[in-house]
């Protein structure tokens, strides 16, 4: 490198929340929420009643890209996330997806019944996702971190199997017991497809990633080790190949006790707990390098005020002397109030009572 070259390169940009994802802890806490883009901002609903449903928003870059910047000009998040779904891998793999209003999402054929062989893979959905990307990352303030995400392998399998979302996730666990090599064949794709496509993310430009295993908490103990931790660690293991800089947060929401094991067997950088996870719990029993990330009752947030204060008092007393992000224990609630929202980030952010 020449001197003038040398004199003229850009010093490079403080992002403090992928600061806290590499194990530096700040304070404040940098922070970002869990659907921060969605329902609870009238700007989204105005913008959805305009576009469509659900899928017509996600598919469209120009939409999505908008909808994923719109809590950003409300609130100083240190984080974006996305705007997509987790339903966007089976549904690159060939499956019919739809989201019914009232009901949700809606797979076919349900692989309960069918077989995965069957279905015709079209890689060419998830272009759409990497030009939301771009169009975000063009747009975004270079102190904010682009997150993306997917859903974990058997989160993503569940809905596969039974076509749909289900509370106790009965047909997968009990295919996982019946038929274990039809269950690991249906993990083993939604792995691979994965990986491509949280490297397609963070080759478009995302800064860090998430998986969500919104249904772990279903699991035995010996079925969490064969259908969380083992496919997580192997996705874990390939991006790290890929890409070795970029941070990954698991978050196995029902996890509990098991939230040490998937700690060290799983290879992922940060950790995201949910709202049922004592702090205090979590910061004795955790590896002390690893950050954290939550874990604030969404609950909590709609009933603002005195309730939201104390609660977020004893996250970040939990964590005082740990990296850590804070944000909800799950996602944000379509009636929580801008207002609330407002005084949460004055008191992460110091300005709060």
């Known amino acids: 490198m020449t001197e003038t070259s040398s004199r003229s390169a850009s010093p490079p940009v403080d992002k403090p929340l992928l600061a806290v994802l590499k194990g530096e802890r700040r304070d404040p806490p940098p922070m970002w929420l869990m659907r921060q883009a969605g329902r609870y901002l009238p700007e989204y609903r105005a913008l959805r009643a305009e576009k469509g449903g659900f899928l017509d928003m996600a598919y469209d870059p120009v939409a999505a890209a908008e909808i994923t910047l719109q809590p950003l000009r409300r609130f100083p998040f240190d984080g974006a996330i996305l705007f997509s779904d987790i339903l966007i891998v089976p549904h690159a793999m060939g499956m019919d997806l739809t989201f019914v209003a009232g009901e949700g999402p809606r797979l076919a054929p349900p ?54 979302g289900s509370r106790e996730q009965a047909e997968a ?25 949280l490297s397609g993310q963070i080759d478009a430009g995302v800064d860090a990633v998430q998986l969500f295993d919104s249904w772990s908490g ?43 094991a998937y700690a060290d067997e799983t290879g992922v950088d940060a950790i995201g707990l949910d ?23 969404p609950m909590a947030l709609i009933a603002g005020g005195d309730q939201l204060a104390a609660a977020v008092r004893r996250i970040l007393d939990a964590f005082g002397d740990r990296a850590h992000i804070f944000n909800l224990g799950h996602g944000i609630q379509q009636t929580t109030p801008i207002a609330h929202v407002e005084q949460l980030v004055a008191l992460v952010k110091g300005h709060g009572g």
């Open 275 to 297: 709202e049922t996870v004592d702090p205090h719990w979590a910061d004795r029993e955790l590896p002390a390098r690893l950050p954290v990330q939550g874990n604030l009752d």
């Open 111 to 164: 692989l309960a019944d069918a077989r995965i062989r069957d279905l015709k893979p079209s890689m060419e959905r998830l272009q759409p996702i990497y030009e939301t990307v771009h169009k975000v990352k063009a747009e975004l303030d270079p102190k904010t971190t682009f997150l993306g995400f997917a859903g974990s392998p058997w989160t993503v399998a569940t809905y596969m199997i039974a076509g749909k």
């Open 218 to 260: 279903s699991l035995s103990p010996a079925q969490f080790e064969r259908l969380v931790i083992a496919p997580t660690a192997a996705i874990v293991a390939e991006l790290r190949r890929r890409h070795p800089d970029i941070p990954i947060i698991g978050f196995p929401k029902g996890a509990g006790g098991k939230l040490r």
């Open 173 to 197: 666990r009990q295919l996982a017991y019946l038929d274990p090599a039809k269950m690991d064949a249906i993990v083993d794709i939604v792995s691979r497809i994965t990986v491509d496509y």
